[in-house]
């Protein structure tokens, strides 16, 4: 091949190498870009939580995760501090988006209010609705534009759970634990306060919700592997009679 032939070709190779690798950088690029943007959570990310919260147990088998739980005197009641279980539930905000897309407040309130009206550009957002309370029976309507008589319950306290347990857990746990819609009741603000951190032996909704109650604080604890005290599993037993006998009795 004449030399001149040669040297043409080398500048034709050393072009098309040049194009090459600017092409593979820019796809590079373009690929860093879209992971960047389509990423997984990282195993060490915060805990998003569960939109669908623990399954509340049948009154048979509530009966049962009552005989199964662990019964011990509360612990570590001293070290106790709210914002243990993340910011969100300690009035500073931050709260965790589950995987719906809403925060575990937000689900509640669109589950436990009727006549509900959502935001248009926003459908976690309740505007509107009407809750019949189950610890008083009290219907309460709701504007959110206006002050509320409605406030969202821990079923099992933050404090209580901790006292039974939930000190030993890491701060992933216990903040997936506060945000367990499973756990959460949206009620009468007055009723929530005299709640407070108490168990059942302590204080109890009307009556008539007694069963229900039992069933979902039976329903967290064998969950979550709380424990219960003496007092509390009596007073749970009491109310789980309350739901009649077994369907197969």
């Not at 879209?34 to 915060?46: F, G, I, K, S, T």
């Not at 662990?70 to 539930?89: C, D, I, K, L």
Request: include cysteine; glycine fraction near 8%; charge should be positive.
């Amino acid at each position: 091949m004449p030399l001149r032939s040669r040297t043409t070709a080398r500048r034709r190779w050393r072009r098309l190498f040049a194009t090459s690798v600017i092409l593979v950088a820019v796809a590079a690029g373009g690929t860093a870009l879209y992971l960047n943007r389509h990423e997984q959570p990282r195993a060490d990310a915060p805990p998003t939580g569960d939109p669908d919260g623990t399954r509340l147990l049948d009154p048979a088998q509530a009966r049962t995760g009552l005989d199964r739980l662990t019964v011990a005197w509360n612990r570590n009641w001293e070290s106790y501090q709210r914002n243990s279980f993340g910011p969100g539930w300690s009035g500073r905000g931050g709260e965790v988006v589950l995987r719906d897309g809403c925060t575990a407040r937000e689900d509640v309130m669109k589950r436990d209010l009727t006549e509900t009206r959502l935001g248009d550009s926003n459908s976690c957002l309740v505007l509107a609705g009407t809750l019949v309370d189950p610890y008083t029976g009290e219907r309460l309507p709701y504007d959110r534009f206006k002050a509320s008589q409605i406030e969202i319950d821990h079923v099992v306290a933050l404090g209580d759970a901790w006292r039974s347990g939930a000190s030993q857990w890491n701060p992933g746990q216990r903040e997936a634990f506060a945000n367990d819609v499973g756990n959460l009741l949206a009620v009468q603000k007055q009723a929530n306060q005299d709640k407070g951190s108490k168990t059942p032996d302590q204080w109890k909704p009307r009556q008539s919700y007694w069963c229900d109650y039992a069933r979902r604080w039976v329903s967290v604890k064998s969950r979550w592997g709380l424990t219960v005290q003496p007092t509390e599993r009596s007073a749970l037993s009491d109310m789980l009679d309350t739901c009649g006998p077994p369907a197969n009795g």
